[in-house]
Structure formats: C-alpha cells, structure tokens
C-alpha cells in the first residue's frame, strides 16, 4: 500500500511555537500533498511538493520531502489558534494515466492560546 | 484552483432509504473522484468519474451501492444506496488541476 502514515496523530503546543507533523510512505511517488481539515469540514489544500524537489515554503508553511527515506515533513512556524485543525499528508501515484491520491491518518493539532 | 460546490451540505435519511448528493465545479475538468470519509477517519477514495464513461471504482466499493453520474464536465453526482448506519459518513467529492487537488466542503450523511 502506498498508504501515508502521519506522526503525531495528535499534537497539542502554545500559540507562537512550531508545529512539526511527519509523513511516511510505502512506494513511489509523483509528488506529495498536504492538506488541512478544519472540524471535519472540507480539506483545504496547502501544499504540493513534487518528488524531484526537496523542499518549498508556502507563508508560514515549510514542507520538506526525503524521498530517499520515504518521508515528508510539515513545519508551521509561529503557531496561531487559527492553525487548530487536522493535517493529512496525500502520496500521489500514477496508475493507467490518473493520479490517485492516497491520505494518511492524520495529526491532529491544537494550539492553546 | 477550482471552486467546488456539493448539495446538500447534510442531511439525516433513514435506513433503507438514498441520498443524491451533487457536485458543481466552476471550471472544466476531466476526471472527478469521490471519497468518503468515516467519522475519526482519513478519506478513502470511491470512485473517479470521467465524462462520458462509466465511473472506475475502488476496491469495496461497487457500482449497485454507490452509483455515479458526470453527465458534463462540471457536474457530478454520487448516490448513496439502500443506506445503513454504517454509511454515516462525510463525502467528498475532488477535481484535479494541474497536480493540485481540492475538495468540495462535503456532505455530512447521518444514517438513522
């Protein structure tokens, strides 16, 4: 399975400090996407790296890709209340000419004010 | 980006019973992919619809249970069929531009 699995699943920090979330993988891939999920609504997506690059920020965002070790990185700097949300990590494959997204479980952050 | 749409945002439906739920993108695309997404639970994908074809679906999904339509290019439509408490779930529908892919907002479903 091409399945990610995310670690921590759950991770609770103070407002202004950095949440790092981890991503690893089984196979290969096209390129790597993390998305946030606020209180079980719509995902909104946040970052796509491919797996030629091996690393790109976005605004506080930073996401670094290893795929040597089959693992991703999500660092959001200067934590905010706002950040309070669910982040999943998505492996892209190519099978019979489609990208098919593959999620992880999920970390689940919370920033206490 | 793409702008997705889904009606309804939630409902309530009996046992026995289906939901149609329906989604709008506000731009042109050739594949989109339905998901679903168990309470506590990450996404898990159920089908993709191409235009003008059947929809491929994945593995513990079948057509009977969840049939799908894409009569167009911005529009899809997903049936959850003779629905039980474990269909309870929120659905998703996605589209894919340029690599990136985004999501509707989701239906919650409640199976009584």
């Known amino acids: 399975s091409q399945q990610g699995e995310e670690d921590p699943q759950a991770l609770s920090i103070q407002e202004g400090e950095n949440a790092t979330m981890n991503c690893s993988y089984k196979t290969s891939i096209n390129n790597l996407q993390w998305y946030r999920q606020n209180s079980g609504r719509g995902l909104v997506h946040l970052i796509l790296?491919?797996?030629?690059?091996r690393e790109k920020h976005s605004g506080r965002l930073r996401v670094t890709l290893d795929t040597s070790k089959k693992s991703s990185s999500l660092l959001i700097t200067a934590s905010r209340a706002a950040d309070t949300a669910s982040y999943f990590c998505a492996t892209a494959g190519v099978l019979q000419g489609a990208q098919k997204l593959v999620f992880g479980q999920g970390t689940r952050l919370t920033i206490n004010p | 980006s793409a702008v997705i749409s889904q009606k309804p945002s939630r409902d309530i439906c009996q046992r026995g019973t289906s939901l149609t739920i329906q989604c709008q993108v506000d731009s042109q695309v050739t594949m989109m992919f339905w998901y679903r997404q168990q309470p506590g639970q990450s996404l898990t994908l159920i089908a993709t619809a191409n235009q003008g074809s059947e929809a491929t679906y994945e593995s513990g999904f079948v057509i009977d249970k969840f049939p799908i339509s894409r009569p167009n290019l911005t529009f899809s439509t997903l049936t959850v069929s003779n629905m039980s408490p474990e269909d309870s779930s929120i659905y998703l529908c996605?589209?894919?531009?340029?690599?990136?892919?985004?999501f509707g907002p989701g239906t919650r479903l409640t199976v009584t």
């Open positions: 790296i491919r797996s030629n690059e």
């Open positions: 996605s589209v894919i531009n340029t690599f990136e892919q985004y």
